[in-house]
């Protein structure tokens, strides 16, 4: 029998928790890095081709850097009956969904951490002898405008990206649960553009629609541009995540006992500032490389190069940027949840310290970019 509708007072009441007793992002992040404390190089991952194949790199062009800021973050859980994958729903089977959400970002200040990101990472390259073409030669290349033409994307906007890990991506790749919403920016006198599908990264890819038709020759166009310049051509991206939510359904009693059921909803919020792995990587294409296509669309991990190296792990920045708030559910879903749908809790996340925000994920950026720098090029 389907559990009896619990009273408000019966909902168990909705708790912000701080990321420091969050021990699930602690585990999963490792130790906080300090401002310019460099993370081990362990951490840091190889994950196509290999450094020997970028010993004779003596120029680059930076043709991508992006900073993708998450902007929410989702949990649902029920209370149905399993027995290993199969799901016993019973018809008293109830759901609660919690939403996090970054309450006015601001664009004026990602943008200053990308811009800085750039400086950064030219700066890495240029120390270790290494000369930095200006992003302006790019505007005369018809390989660059090629590029555009078929994966760029729309700086300051907002894109979908996979939230989840691969395994529960297999299993459903749909739901509000699955993706995040980020915002992606692109440092000044660069466009943003995606990699090609068709070079794996599941994990990471940010359109909104279908791909365009051109975008299997991305890495020819790429390959292209690299000869014309001279140079091996570099793309950065950067994942920052920040929500950490989760939710809980428990149904106490026996609907067809003495006093019936009480179903009780949980859900709790806090911040956990970190960049993510994985998604987080420098990619390098060769003026000498013929991998000018490839056909590898099902493949998790990015090989969106004939290098790339990723951050292995989440580097855990800290929880102290954010107030978190109980923004309460929508009239439309309190008028679901009373008709038995699921149960809705959301939460606003409100930057608190901005400068302090700033100034501690461009200096672990810089850390990240330059740990990223030593692993593709081996020095």
């Known amino acids: ?67 993708a800021f998450q902007l929410d973050g989702s949990m649902r859980r029920d209370n149905a009956n399993r027995i290993g994958a199969l799901t016993l729903r019973g018809g008293d089977a109830r759901e609660v969904a919690a939403r996090q959400a970054w309450r006015n970002p601001d664009v004026a200040l990602m943008q200053e951490i990308a811009n800085a990101g750039l400086a950064a990472l030219k700066a890495d390259f240029r120390a270790r002898g290494i000369e930095v073409l200006d992003e302006a030669v790019l505007a005369g290349q018809p390989a660059y405008a090629s590029i555009l033409a078929a994966a760029g994307l729309k700086d300051l906007d907002d894109y979908p990206v996979v939230g989840v890990t691969e395994a529960e991506f297999r299993k459903t790749s749909i739901g509000p649960d699955v993706y995040n919403a980020m915002k992606v920016v692109s440092a000044g006198g660069l466009r943003p553009y995606n990699h090609s599908v068709f070079e794996g990264g599941i994990c990471c890819q940010v359109t909104k629609t279908l791909p365009s038709s051109k975008i299997y020759y991305v890495p020819g166009f790429e390959i292209d541009l690299a000869k014309a310049l001279d140079a091996v051509v570099v793309k950065a991206w950067q994942f920052v995540d920040f929500t950490q939510v989760d939710a809980a359904v428990r149904q106490d009693g026996w609907a067809g006992g003495a006093g019936g059921a009480v179903v009780n909803f949980s859900a709790s919020a806090g911040s956990a500032l970190r960049i993510s792995a994985l998604k987080t990587r420098l990619s390098f294409r060769l003026p000498s490389s013929a991998n000018r296509t490839r056909n590898t669309p099902r493949v998790w991990a990015p090989k969106d ?22 923004s309460g559910a929508t009239a439309a879903q309190n008028v679901r949840a009373s008709l038995g749908g699921v149960q809705h809790f959301n939460f606003a996340a409100t930057l608190s310290d901005p400068a302090a925000y700033r100034a501690d994920l461009s200096s672990n950026m810089g850390v990240v970019l330059d740990r990223l720098v030593v692993a593709a090029l081996g020095r």
Do not use: W
């Open 1 to 67: 029998m389907k559990g009896a509708e619990p009273k408000p007072s019966e909902l168990t009441r909705r708790r912000l928790m701080s990321c420091a007793g969050a021990a699930g992002v602690l585990g999963m992040a490792g130790a906080a890095h300090g401002a310019g404390d460099p993370a081990p190089v362990g951490d840091y991952v190889v994950s196509e081709g290999s450094p020997a194949q970028l010993a004779g790199a003596k120029r680059v062009i930076i043709t991508n850097f992006v900073v």
């Open 305 to 326: 190069g004939d290098v790339v190296v990723s951050l292995g792990r989440p580097l855990l920045i800290g929880d102290r940027y954010f107030r978190v708030e109980d």
